[in-house]
């Protein structure tokens, strides 16, 4: 079992920045595709970034590329999202996501290929 625990978030300006943290514990995930999602009020958890086990790919969502940077420390067994140039439409509870099994490429984006998840953080960007 692995348990995921986000913290970073909270409340911003328009054009400001926040880093979210993912620490993982239980087991070591150096060995797990970890990535991000996020979930407005009355909307679909969506897809944000992700970060693939052994090839380090990574991947984003259009709305974030070139704002958002995930990454991840395995001496820390962290994950983090750097997120710059935040917009209203940020806004959403974030959630880290992990998950050990052989996934396809084309299956990252998709929150059904993670087994453990976060309990979220609220990220809010006023304007």
């Known amino acids: 079992q692995v348990q995921l625990v986000e913290s970073g978030g909270g409340l911003v300006q328009s054009g400001g920045s926040l880093r979210l943290s993912c620490a993982a514990s239980?087991?070591?995930?150096?060995?797990?595709?970890m990535g991000w999602f996020r979930q407005a009020p009355g909307k679909e958890r969506e897809f944000v970034a992700a970060?693939?086990?052994?090839?380090?790919?990574?991947y984003y969502a259009d709305s974030v590329k070139g704002r958002f940077t995930i990454s991840r420390d395995y001496a820390k067994n962290t994950a983090y999202l750097q997120m710059n140039s935040l917009k209203p439409e940020d806004t959403a509870v974030y959630y880290c996501?992990?998950?050990?099994?052989?996934?396809?490429?084309?299956?990252?984006?998709?929150?059904?290929?993670?087994?453990?998840w976060g309990q979220g953080t609220q990220v809010t960007v006023s304007s």
């Open positions: 996501a992990a998950s050990g099994r052989d996934i396809a490429y084309a299956a990252t984006r998709d929150p059904r290929s993670y087994d453990y």
């Open positions: 239980g087991r070591t995930t150096s060995n797990y595709h």
């Open positions: 970060i693939r086990r052994l090839s380090g790919y990574i």
